[in-house]
């Protein structure tokens, strides 16, 4: 189903076409002033130049060209050839209804299945989860949603860091303590692995160990392999309960280590084919391109003592991925600080014919989450904190918040830390994807877990009161309508409820999950105004309640859905 601003552009650009002028030229959006109009169309200043005439003089005769169409209550020329556009509240209240009936909200599916594959969160194996790994997860969780909505097949990919000299590093001090081989639990490996480090460090006869270690495993000794897959038992089950926390879904489970026997074939062939050459004792790949504005170095596939790098393993991964899911895209859910690293995998990829033109390689980038000193956010001990700390903080200060607000307080204590947890989890999710995702953030514990302002709180509040309003009127008898009749009162939510399929389709598009978040906030704020200045329960006439309980109901939908692409659940009340 297409949006109304989809449907008025296929009107001005047939007017458009008429006069001889490219069709896009009639692209209609949703005004920038909506006290002067609902739509607006700027085609005509662009057709000018195309045209040689003054866009004044293009847009009046586009605007007579549509004036024989039914669907517009206004239409005039502003400025040097701006054309806004009015609809009619019966065509308004055609399209709602249309909407209203839709199972996808009017939102078109735009893929048959295709598969995407996205590589997000990146824990490392024998590490606590920190808030580092906060936000690759919480947007990549939220596009894979986002891409699987939209009709592909989309694939969650956790990458574990299991593989190379970290494990080498804690196998070698297990060793050296005489407890290889013996049960660890994650707070002995969170204790080992800074050690290991360390004593590699300050020793080099240990970091050697360190590296034979890693060989050893690397080649399947029997003894370094079960206590390595020990490591990732316990750390696994570690990461399924933050994950599980945070409602953040992976369908793979795979590391480094997944890829290793595919590293030599893929190195030989790309050595046969002469992509990969010698360079002062290692094996790279020259990744320069004509055109390039900044240096570009080659992508170090082996190291001059034959070690592997991490660039060798993401594309060998590349290779994996290609041969087990056939995906038309990858990306790749990571700190923007590691743009020049995927950069360099990606042309790597490319130019050695491990992935075709026509595939997607993107890094979605994402900045730093800070505290309030604008500095990378860390404990008040100045460590970094664990996730489940983080998480932990959210809820008691949810619980606080709850209690403040009077709400939740007729309720058990179970459906109170389940209302506490969804809070929490609400305010940490939103609180993260409603910046833009290459934009750093602040995290405040404070601002983000009002029930007040541009916060999760907000919107969950919203949410329910919007239940209980619909409840309630189902208890009095009264039901949502089939169609919609539209007061000046009702017309700013009305309309708003129609540009869901374009937000959708930018979100999409571009990988910004805020574009959401904003669209959800609106939501919240014009369904507050139009609950402030409406009857609804009280409204006498039958006709205006039913439509304006229709309203609620599609009000209430949207916000189920988007705040469901966001990975966010609503409780049932507050």
């Excluded at 920038?32 to 866009?55: E, H, I, T, V, Y």
Aim: hydrophobic share 40%; aromatic share 6%.
């Amino acid at each position: 189903m297409a949006s109304i601003a989809e449907k008025l552009t296929d009107i001005t650009g047939a007017a458009f076409a008429a006069l001889d002028l490219p069709v896009e030229l009639g692209q209609v959006r949703v005004s920038d002033r909506p006290d002067l109009a609902q739509f607006q169309c700027n085609g005509a200043m662009a057709a000018s130049k195309m045209a040689k005439k003054n866009p004044r003089e293009i847009a009046q005769a586009v605007v007579e060209a549509l004036q024989s169409h039914k669907e517009f209550s206004k239409i005039e020329i502003a400025g040097p050839g701006f054309i806004n556009l009015n609809i009619t509240d019966d065509y308004l209240a055609s399209h709602l209804a249309q909407s209203a009936g839709d199972e996808r909200l009017g939102v078109e599916k735009i893929a048959k299945q295709e598969t995407i594959v996205l590589d997000y969160g990146g824990p490392n194996i024998a590490k606590p989860m920190h808030v580092g790994h906060l936000r690759s997860s919480i947007i990549g969780d939220s596009l894979r949603r986002i891409c699987d909505f939209a009709g592909y097949s989309a694939i969650g990919d956790v990458h574990m860091g299991d593989w190379g000299r970290p494990m080498g590093m804690i196998l070698s001090v297990l060793e050296a303590r005489g407890t290889l081989g013996e049960p660890v639990t994650m707070d002995q490996l969170e204790e080992i692995y800074p050690a290991a480090a360390k004593a590699c460090k300050e020793d080099e006869a240990q970091m050697e160990k360190a590296r034979e270690a890693t060989v050893k495993l690397q080649d399947g000794d029997e003894t370094y392999k079960a206590a390595w897959k020990q490591f990732i038992d316990v750390s696994v089950k570690g990461m399924k309960k933050n994950f599980d926390a945070l409602g953040v879904h992976f369908d793979l489970w795979k590391g480094e280590a997944d890829v290793h026997e595919l590293i030599a074939p893929m190195v030989n062939k790309l050595k046969t084919n002469g992509f990969a050459v010698e360079s002062e004792g290692a094996l790279v790949i020259s990744v320069e391109q004509e055109g390039d504005k900044k240096e570009m170095p080659p992508l170090i596939l082996l190291k001059s003592d034959g070690g592997v790098m991490y660039g060798t393993t993401d594309l060998a991964t590349i290779v994996e991925r290609m041969e087990e899911n056939n995906p038309v895209k990858i990306i790749y859910v990571v700190d923007q600080r590691q743009s020049l690293h995927f950069e360099q995998v990606f042309r790597a990829a490319y130019k050695g014919g491990i992935v075709p033109e026509n595939i997607e390689l993107t890094h979605a980038g994402f900045g730093t989450m800070n505290g309030p000193d604008g500095k990378p956010f860390k404990t008040r001990a100045g460590g970094v904190m664990r996730l489940e700390d983080l998480i932990s903080m959210g809820i008691e200060k949810a619980q606080a918040r709850l209690a403040e607000a009077d709400l939740a307080r007729d309720m058990d204590k179970g459906e109170r830390a389940d209302i506490a947890q969804k809070v929490a989890i609400a305010a940490i999710k939103f609180a993260d994807l409603q910046n833009n995702r290459i934009a750093d953030y602040v995290f405040d514990i404070d601002r983000m877990t009002s029930f007040e302002g541009k916060t999760g709180p907000y919107l969950l509040y919203q949410a329910v009161r919007i239940k209980s309003l619909l409840r309630k009127a189902e208890g009095q008898g009264f039901k949502p309508g089939k169609e919609f009749l539209l007061r000046d009162s009702d017309r700013s939510l009305a309309l708003l409820l129609t540009e869901l399929p374009n937000v959708f389709e930018g979100a999409l598009k571009n990988y910004t999950p805020h574009l959401l978040c904003e669209y959800a906030y609106r939501l919240a704020q014009e369904f507050s105004s139009f609950y402030a200045a409406c009857h609804i329960l009280s409204e006498e006439d039958e006709a205006l309640r039913s439509s304006r309980l229709a309203l609620c109901e599609l009000t209430q939908s949207q916000i189920v859905l988007v705040l469901g692409l966001l990975g966010i659940k609503i409780p049932e009340r507050m």
